[in-house]
């Protein structure tokens, strides 16, 4: 029996050595990748205070649907004062004791620009009839801090480049934001 062997030879090529950069294609996509997400990210940026401003505006306009609901469904006088040096305001009852947050359990009914999300807020202006103090009686109509029927009544906000306004109308008490 004749057993043919058979030799493994291994033999070593050298292969060339390619070095390999990117592509003018791979740069173009990874080029407009970033710039999609810069168009999407700096609006979000810089609109934070925009979006700041709308929610206070909406929080304050709120507020005073729920004073002057109170005092509607309660019978008395609830009042909104406003603090433009520490950028607050809260809201009290008939005897000027300011009330329970309705939520938030625990706390007195004070809402503060300078803590919290809304920190970029100013309020830059409240006027009801030259006071900082609204009222609403039983019939929900609106008075000024001096006890005397609203004739104007105007919240001034601002942050940023962004302003809002809070009216409240005489009489009626209707509340709307302007931008």
């Not at 709308?54 to 469904?73: F, P, Q, T, V, W």
């Not at 603090?83 to 300011?98: F, L, N, P």
């Not at 004070?110 to 009839?129: A, S, T």
Request: aromatic share 8%.
């Amino acid at each position: 029996m004749l057993i043919h062997s058979t030799k493994l030879e291994v033999r070593y090529m050298p292969t060339k050595t390619c070095v390999r950069g990117f592509t003018v294609v791979e740069i173009l996509i990874v080029a407009v990748i970033i710039t999609i997400a810069a168009m999407v990210v700096i609006p979000m940026m810089t609109s934070a205070a925009s979006m700041q401003i709308r929610s206070a505006a909406n929080i304050i306009a709120a507020d005073l649907e729920y004073a002057k609901s109170m005092a509607i469904s309660r019978g008395q006088n609830f009042s909104v004062v406003f603090d433009k040096t520490t950028e607050s305001y809260s809201i009290k009852d008939q005897d000027d004791v300011i009330i329970s947050h309705p939520v938030k359990k625990g706390f007195d009914y004070v809402i503060d620009f300078r803590e919290g999300q809304l920190n970029k807020v100013d309020i830059v202006d409240v006027d009801f009839d030259a006071t900082s103090e609204i009222k609403f009686d039983y019939l929900g109509s609106p008075w000024n801090g001096n006890d005397t029927p609203l004739n104007t009544g105007v919240i001034s906000l601002q942050a940023g480049g962004t302003t809002a306004t809070i009216s409240v109308e005489p009489v009626t008490g209707f509340i709307s934001i302007e931008d």
